[in-house]
């Protein structure tokens, strides 16, 4: 039998969808699975993306320019404009999601063995990405006690070597909701300028930052603009993660003109979903506050709730609309497996995602999971109580 590539074998299943199995298994007993485990909102496009679909008046639905098109990357200037970034059409490159942007940025920067540096608990595709590109990820491990704050920046200094070849995070933080402060992003901002290396900035989640302090961008930061790739993606912010329209956004030509080649390669991205997303960008400030607001009441449910049961430890996400969450046993996987295969309450369970995959360090994130607050308050709270009897349930088994 022809055996499959080293690459593949070594990559990780998703965190997110690995115990999709087991999940459809407990539904198709009859249980309720309150699904936690993804940031699937559950919130409306804006109707403008459903007039672009419904008064599409093309003869023929073609190719996009590689780059994506020239209209929607307009459109996105404008965009960043309100964030006070100084982007040009021509800085933008549009992608099949932001996932693509990642996996393009990583084989346009990253050659077999070059070490990318990630604070984690991270985001669990970039060490798929990471591997893709035959990459190595060097961790540096935020706490949960101290909220998942960037640690140290002599920890970053201290993991350099002639393999570095950049810095990844992503702010607001998917999986902890953590915002970085400008001092912290300043201080990697040096890093990077004084090593000559890259940093990628995650900023899908830059709508969703429920700090009194203005969003910094590492687009704002001077002095370091051939250094920054910007991600971006508009899933969340326009709740339609199925158009799968993202962003590449630097001002680094060479860069720029590398990730090209690889668009041409997969012609273009996705024609239908540019004709949504651009749309979206019209979508009056009462939807975005709206979504806004809604977010920050799930989450203020969802921990306060968390942080009721005993022994459960959940820091307060200032960003995106995630948190990871200790909980009081030793092995959050198996007790994840266990909710959807023996536990029910009411006919209810609850569908998590074991947060030891947000790591690469060994053994690190096995008591966590994390929780998407993408759901109604009322299916939350249910949430809560679900979670607190299957934790003790847990305990309880023989």
């Not at 995630?322 to 909980?327: A, D, F």
């Not at 009322?378 to 847990?394: I, K, M, N, Q, W």
Request: with cysteine; aromatic share 8%; net charge negative.
């Amino acid at each position: 039998m022809p055996k499959p590539s080293l690459r593949g074998l070594d990559v990780p299943a998703s965190p997110i969808r690995k115990l999709a199995p087991l999940a459809l298994a407990a539904r198709q007993r009859g249980t309720k699975v309150i699904a936690l485990n993804i940031g699937q909102p559950d919130l409306p496009t804006p109707e403008e993306a459903f007039d672009a679909l419904r008064h599409i008046d093309r003869k023929v639905l073609e190719y996009s320019p590689s780059d994506g098109l020239r209209s929607l990357r307009d459109k996105m200037v404008q965009y960043y404009d309100r964030f006070h970034m100084n982007v040009e059409a021509d800085d933008i490159i549009v992608t099949t999601g932001g996932s693509e942007a990642v996996m393009l940025a990583f084989m346009a920067t990253l050659n077999p063995g070059d070490e990318v540096i990630i604070p984690e608990p991270a985001y669990a595709n970039y060490i798929t990405f990471a591997k893709m590109a035959g990459a190595v990820i060097r961790p540096v491990v935020a706490r949960i006690e101290n909220g998942f704050a960037l640690p140290p920046i002599e920890e970053f200094e201290k993991l350099i070597t002639p393999k570095t070849r950049a810095i990844l995070i992503c702010n607001p933080n998917n999986p902890t909701g953590y915002v970085y402060t400008r001092e912290e992003l300043e201080a990697l901002r040096d890093i990077v300028v004084r090593h000559d290396l890259y940093l990628f900035s995650d900023e899908v989640y830059r709508e969703f930052c429920y700090t009194e302090e203005p969003y910094v961008s590492a687009m704002h930061l001077k002095g370091a603009e051939e250094n920054v790739v910007v991600i971006d993606s508009v899933s969340k912010r326009y709740n339609e993660c199925g158009i799968r329209v993202g962003s590449m956004v630097t001002k680094n030509k060479e860069l720029k003109s590398i990730v090209m080649k690889f668009c041409q390669a997969r012609l273009s991205p996705p024609l239908l979903g540019q004709i949504v997303a651009e749309a979206s960008i019209d979508a009056p400030k009462e939807y975005l506050e709206g979504v806004y607001d809604e977010y920050i009441s799930r989450r203020d449910i969802l921990v306060n709730g968390l942080s009721s049961i005993p022994g459960v430890v959940c820091p307060l996400p200032k960003g995106a609309f995630y948190c990871v969450v200790g909980l009081p046993l030793e092995d959050a996987e198996d007790f994840c497996k266990w909710c959807l295969t023996d536990f029910s309450l009411d006919g209810h369970t609850v569908f998590m995602a074991p947060a030891a995959g947000f790591y690469t360090t060994p053994g690190a994130g096995r008591n966590e999971v994390r929780i998407a607050y993408v759901l109604e308050k009322e299916e939350l709270e249910r949430a809560v109580e679900v979670l607190r009897a299957a934790l003790e349930a847990y305990k309880n088994r023989k």
